[in-house]
């Protein structure tokens, strides 16, 4: 069992699990509205059936429209190089990661943003002007709960900062890492676009978000999208199971399972949040957002005093 | 060697815009003369300093002078060497852009004056860097002060630009007057005017203070820091852009320069110094940046990023003085590799988005973001040169921006990691405001970027935009080559950087951990690389599935609407307003709209700006309310010498008894 083996699945676990927590955050709220709901592997099918579609493209558009998807896809794949999974390395692990996946997120938000304004539409405008300074205000709350996590470990490596050591601080300073799980949690519902902040099922174009930056991509490049979709709450997903339930079994045949199992739960607990809350009004988001910064500011208060 | 070939670069770069004066008005030979003289002693000047690095040996060059106590002393060091590369590159790729941008058949009034100063202005601040005395660091301010306000005055005929240099005037005069009395200090405490280590304990803890204000209002008032940095947004905008790219890539690191040497010159600098640099760079970073989204000038929205990233190197170098008082070589390290290798990677990305933004304003012949758009059909080439000048501003990977901030990322939260010293807390604190000012920043240049060059075209001017001509894009692809080279390949630098570390704090030479020991760069590097290959794997593969498939070109969807026209897409103004919005209890935006419209509305106009609240709201009225003040004052000034010459018979009467 060398690191080749964990290196093998944790990349193959990367790329093929997060269309299932879509599907699964879709069953969920199929069955909390009385629904029999989609098949729980209906996003494979959808992109199946997306990358062999063909495309329209707007006249205005130019290549920067086309770089949109394959960027975000791309930084999304090699951020998930970067995360600890289950057995809390990763691939790829070095001094300051946590610095590279963060702005590699930033440089996806960048050329998506720009790809929804190469259209000229007012609403793609919109969407992106949204998308952009929302993530202003999650950008600090991410690196507070880092602070946390760098101060708990006294490491600088995500793979040690979310490691097996951190089970031994849920116990001592357990009430800061439960700040910055709800302060990340918040997060992962912003940076995803899921209720409250954004509805990815709605019909108007004007409230949306996430969404209506897209409204032009379609075929593989639209499929794309939704992939790098996918992967982000997976990245993000990881990062709050790691936070969550950071024990590891000793054995890979224990720890994959929970691990995979962590993940169906935080995308359980996605759908029910969609289920039994509605979106808030737009410009109650950023209070959320600076209440998430709040959270894990008093965490690393907590911390330090 | 190095020194002199410095200095031969120096004479020559000053003197290149002469024979041009006695050249045509109206022909092209005085420009091409007085280039290609800038070149050479560019040139000569940057293989001084390769010189320096390679052989690593420094001749001082030290000569009498007539002024007392003041002698021509000039030196090289691993901390002048790192500013010196950017005066001489920006100033060598800003005058070959100019033949392009600024021809003299095309400028016959001002483009004497023009090139006339910008080789006094590179040779002004090459001189202030190697100078090892107070009073040739002097001489080469003053020149860099009186060459700038002159470049800022180019086209004086036009009422915004006098009044822009005026500021920048009276900005620069303050400098130069606390930088006078700065240097008085430290001649009290070293007992001479050299520039050098001051001993131990020679500096009462009061003087020390002094030392501090003074240099940070002499210092950071050139730099741009908030609140001093109120003569940067206008002079930035209203100069040819070839002089803003050296004027914010260049000039206002000579204030860093400053600070950065002052601050070497105290072995065990207060802790509070540390500190309050720390907190004025948090402070300029995130100001800067929230300024800059409210702007609706392209050059001056620049010119707010250049606030922001002066406090992005202010943090870096905050955090390497936190780390002096507390014996953390680490931070000391980190924090200053970072902020130096900012002041290179702004001056690279800052010059290239001004140069680009050159390029659109001689295309479209306006700066205003909401009347451009759709330039990337037109320009091409700009597009891309601005477009990686944005992310690399953002400190985005691949590019160079992200190395300096991954450094003090880096520096900040070993803060918190306890190390064979202290640790101190609070300074982490900075790191999630960094994290704020990159997405911030990420939100303005998707702004600018996305309202100026993708879209449709907003006006008639932009609609009719070319391309530029190979000779003002040249300089702009070496820009965008120098971005990828150090995002992709931080290792190559990292000597360099070291040696201005040691210059720095020589007492790290022996001991202290090495860069490279403390920053993986070389993961930085492979992580570059792998996004880049990906990034275009992933474009291959796209490009083939579309090439495969059904493609068809249709109207942007418009819910069911299909004649869109261009005032119907977002606007730069519309797109910054919920971030001016949340933020507005600082920025304070003026709006001016129609209180209540009529049954039957008639034409009606909205309109929004973010003016600069210390300009507006501090400085204009405290200079009204003193100018008020002192008017009393004329009751002494009659007009008539006889009357003066009584109160100086008075003055001397009263000194007498005085003594």
């Not at chain 1, 300051?96 to 007012?122: E, I, M, N, Q, W």
């Not at chain 2, 040996?57 to 010196?84: H, T």
């Not at chain 2, 985005?396 to 190390?419: A, H, K, Q």
């Not at chain 2, 939100?443 to 449709?456: E, I």
């Amino acid at each position: 069992m060398g690191t080749i083996f964990h290196d093998v699945v944790h990349i193959l676990l990367a790329l093929g699990l997060p269309p299932l927590l879509l599907g699964v955050i879709a069953k969920t709220k199929a069955l909390f509205a009385g629904r029999a709901g989609p098949p729980v592997l209906q996003p494979y099918y959808d992109l199946i059936k997306l990358f062999q579609k063909g495309s329209v493209f707007s006249t205005t558009t130019t290549w920067v429209f086309r770089a949109g998807p394959v960027v975000a896809l791309v930084t999304v794949v090699i951020a998930t190089l970067l995360i600890p999974l289950a057995d809390a390395t990763a691939p790829v692990s070095f001094t300051g990661d946590f610095v590279l996946l963060a702005y590699l997120l930033g440089l996806g938000r960048f050329f998506t943003a720009s790809a929804a304004l190469d259209t000229g539409s007012p609403f793609e405008g919109m969407g992106a002007a949204r998308e952009v300074t929302f993530a202003c205000l999650a950008e600090p709350a991410f690196f507070l709960g880092l602070l946390v996590l760098a101060k708990l470990s006294g490491s600088l490596q995500l793979a040690d900062m979310l490691g097996s050591s951190l089970a031994s601080h849920w116990t001592a300073d357990g009430e800061s890492l439960v700040l910055v799980l709800l302060s990340w949690f918040i997060i992962l519902l912003a940076e995803n676009s899921r209720i409250p902040f954004d509805d990815p099922n709605t019909h108007l174009e004007l409230t949306m978000i996430h969404e209506v930056m897209v409204l032009d991509h379609s075929g593989p490049a639209y499929g794309m999208i939704l992939y790098g979709a996918a992967l982000k709450l997976f990245v993000f997903g990881a990062l709050v199971v790691r936070l969550a339930f950071p024990m590891t079994g000793g054995s890979p045949w224990l720890d994959w399972p929970i691990f995979v199992g962590g993940m169906l739960v935080v995308a359980v607990v996605i759908g029910v949040v969609e289920s039994i809350m509605a979106r808030l009004p737009m410009p109650h988001v950023p209070v959320l957002l600076v209440a998430a910064c709040l959270l894990s500011g008093f965490g690393i208060i907590l911390l330090v005093r | 060697m190095s020194e002199s070939l410095v200095l031969l670069g120096i004479i020559i770069a000053a003197s290149s815009g002469v024979p041009g004066l006695l050249l045509g008005r109206t022909s092209m030979s005085g420009q091409w003369v007085t280039t290609f003289l800038a070149v050479l002693g560019a040139g000569l000047g940057l293989g001084g300093v390769v010189w320096f690095w390679a052989t690593g040996e420094s001749q001082p060059v030290v000569l009498p002078w007539s002024i007392p106590g003041a002698e021509f002393s000039v030196a090289m060091d691993g901390l002048s060497a790192i500013f010196l590369v950017p005066v001489f590159l920006i100033s060598l790729l800003g005058n070959i852009y100019g033949l392009g941008y600024w021809k003299q058949t095309e400028h016959p009034k001002n483009g004497r004056k023009l090139r006339l100063f910008y080789g006094t202005l590179t040779a002004g601040m090459a001189l202030l860097v190697i100078a090892r005395n107070s009073i040739p660091f002097l001489f080469g301010w003053e020149i860099m002060g009186l060459s700038t306000f002159f470049l800022i005055g180019t086209e004086d005929h036009k009422k915004e630009v006098r009044e822009a240099a005026w500021i920048y005037l009276v900005v620069t005069h303050v400098a130069t007057l606390s930088l006078f009395a700065l240097f008085a200090l430290l001649r009290v405490a070293n007992g001479s005017f050299a520039l050098a280590p001051l001993r131990e304990n020679s500096l009462s803890p009061g003087m020390a203070t002094a030392v501090l204000i003074l240099a940070l209002v002499g210092f950071g008032s050139k730099g741009g820091i908030m609140p001093l940095h109120v003569w940067l947004p206008s002079a930035h905008a209203v100069a040819p852009s070839h002089v803003s790219a050296i004027m914010s890539g260049v000039n206002i690191k000579m204030g860093i320069y400053g600070l950065v040497r002052i601050t070497s010159f105290l072995p065990h600098p207060p802790r509070e110094w540390g500190i309050l640099l720390l907190g004025l760079g948090v402070a300029s970073g995130v100001l800067g940046v929230l300024f800059a989204i409210g702007q609706h000038d392209l050059k001056r929205l620049l010119a707010y990023h250049s606030i922001e990233n002066i406090g992005i190197i202010v943090m870096g170098l905050g955090l390497a003085l936190i780390g002096r008082s507390s014996n953390r070589a680490d931070w000391v390290v980190l924090g200053l590799g970072g902020a130096l290798l900012h002041v290179w990677n702004h001056a690279l990305f800052k010059a290239l988005l001004f140069l680009s933004a050159g390029s659109v304003i001689h295309a479209v012949h306006t700066r205003e973001i909401d009347h451009l758009g759709g330039l990337g059909k037109a320009m091409p080439r700009t597009s891309f040169c601005f477009l990686i000048g944005a992310v690399a501003i953002c400190g985005l990977p691949p590019l160079n921006g992200f190395v300096s901030e991954f450094l003090i990322y880096l520096g900040l939260f070993r803060t918190l990691v306890d190390g064979e010293g202290t640790s101190f807390t609070g300074a982490s604190f900075a790191a999630p405001a960094l994290a704020l000012i990159g997405a911030l920043a990420v939100a303005c240049f998707v702004k600018v970027y996305g309202a100026a060059f993708l879209g449709t075209a907003r006006s008639e001017h932009a609609r009719h935009a070319h391309e530029s001509p190979s000779i003002m894009l040249g300089p702009m692809g070496v820009l965008v080559a120098c971005c990828f080279l150090i995002g992709l390949a931080p290792l190559l630098i990292a000597p360099f950087l070291q040696q201005g570390i040691w210059a720095w704090a020589p007492d790290l030479k022996d001991s202290g951990p090495r860069l490279t020991m403390l920053a993986p760069l070389e993961w930085i590097a492979v992580m570059g690389l792998l996004l880049n290959i990906t990034v275009l794997l992933g474009g291959v593969v796209l490009w083939m599935r579309l090439r495969r498939s059904v493609v068809d070109e249709g109207a942007t969807w418009g819910c069911g609407y299909v004649a869109p026209t261009p005032r119907m897409q977002y606007t730069s103004s519309s797109f910054a307003q919920m971030l001016v919005g949340i933020f507005g209890w600082v920025l304070r935006p003026r709006t001016r709209q129609p209180k209540e419209l009529p049954l039957f509305p008639g034409e009606t106009d909205f309109h929004s700006e973010v003016p600069d609240r210390v300009l507006d709201d501090v400085l204009l009225p405290t200079f009204r309310f003193g100018a008020w003040l002192f008017s009393w004052f004329r009751v002494f000034q009659q007009g008539n010498i006889q009357i003066y010459l009584l109160y100086i018979f008075l003055a001397l009467i009263a000194l007498l008894f005085w003594r």
